[in-house]
């Protein structure tokens, strides 16, 4: 059973920025994508970044690019993946939600990652 917590959510004015972490309870697979999601009240859960394992260029939601940086550590003992978000606007307010799915390909689909944080809230205020 793999467990992801997250960590790094909360208040932030717009324009500010904010840092999630997302730390797998052990090592996976060999080979695997973790990604961001989120969700905002009353709407569906949409896609954000993904990010191989090994690096590669990530997949970025157009709302988010050159905005949001996915990204994983050089050395860890498990599988981490961050989300640094800056410029943020009001529009960015969601429960934050980091995903794996083992192997290589990059989806944006909710369906295809079978394992969940719990969530992270976060809210820009205007």
């Known amino acids: 059973q793999v467990q992801l917590v997250e960590s790094g959510g909360g208040l932030v004015q717009a324009g500010g920025s904010l840092r999630l972490s997302c730390a797998a309870s052990r090592r996976t697979f060999s080979t695997y994508v973790m990604a961001w999601f989120r969700q905002a009240p009353g709407k569906e859960r949409e896609f954000v970044a993904s990010r191989r394992h090994n690096g590669g260029r990530p997949l970025y939601a157009d709302s988010v690019k050159n905005r949001f940086t996915i990204s994983t550590p050089i050395a860890s003992a498990n599988d981490t993946v961050y989300l640094q978000m800056n410029s943020l606007k009001p529009d960015d307010t969601a429960v934050y939600y980091c995903?794996?799915?083992?192997?290589?390909?990059?989806?944006?689909?909710?369906?295809?990652?079978?394992?969940w944080g719990q969530g992270s809230q976060v809210i820009v205020s205007s």
């Open positions: 995903a794996l799915r083992e192997g290589i390909v990059l989806k944006n689909a909710p369906d295809e990652y079978p394992w």
